[in-house]
Structures are given as C-alpha cells and as structure tokens.
C-alpha cells in the first residue's frame, strides 16, 4: 500500500517522504485531482493560511519568509505568463 503524501501538522512536512508539503509527488497528485486551476489555487492558499499559523506559533523568530512559503504553497501552481 503507497502512503499518501499528506501534510503532517504543525510540521508541514509529508507524511510519505519527509520533505518540505507539497512536496514533488503532492504536487502531481494535486494536479490530477483538480483539473480547475482555480480551485488547486484556491485549496491551496487555504492550506498556506493554516500553514502560516502553524509555522508561526511553533517558532515565531524562525518561521520561513512569507515569501518562501507563498512559492512553496502556491508558486509552483501560478500558470506563469510569458
């Protein structure tokens, strides 16, 4: 049986491989199960909320940039024009 590759809280790491969620197989995943953009984009910034709090509360002074967490969560998922 293939593990899931789920975000583990408050850690936002997979479950399956221990990288960073979404980690490279959550991604494929998460495109084949929303053939709408829009709505992985949207599934995803709710998951970066929670994130953002998670991460925050856990070490406040060591949280990653928003930045980084915004191309982590949603970057990848943009349809880049050009």
Request: glycine share 8%; net charge positive; charged share 25%.
């Given at each position: 049986?293939?593990?899931?590759h789920?975000?583990?809280?408050?850690?936002?790491?997979?479950?399956?491989?221990?990288?960073?969620?979404?980690?490279?197989?959550?991604?494929?995943?998460?495109l084949?199960?929303?053939?709408?953009?829009?709505?992985?984009?949207?599934?995803?910034?709710?998951?970066?909320?929670?994130?953002?709090?998670?991460?925050?509360?856990?070490?406040?002074?060591?949280?990653?940039?928003?930045?980084?967490?915004?191309?982590?969560?949603l970057?990848?998922a943009?349809p880049?024009?050009g």
């Amino acid at each position: 049986m293939m593990r899931r590759h789920d975000p583990h809280r408050p850690l936002w790491l997979c479950r399956a491989c221990g990288g960073p969620w979404p980690c490279g197989t959550a991604r494929l995943t998460l495109l084949d199960e929303y053939a709408d953009r829009v709505a992985l984009c949207i599934y995803l910034a709710g998951m970066l909320y929670t994130a953002v709090e998670d991460l925050h509360r856990l070490d406040p002074r060591n949280a990653p940039k928003p930045a980084a967490l915004h191309e982590r969560f949603l970057g990848w998922a943009t349809p880049r024009r050009g």
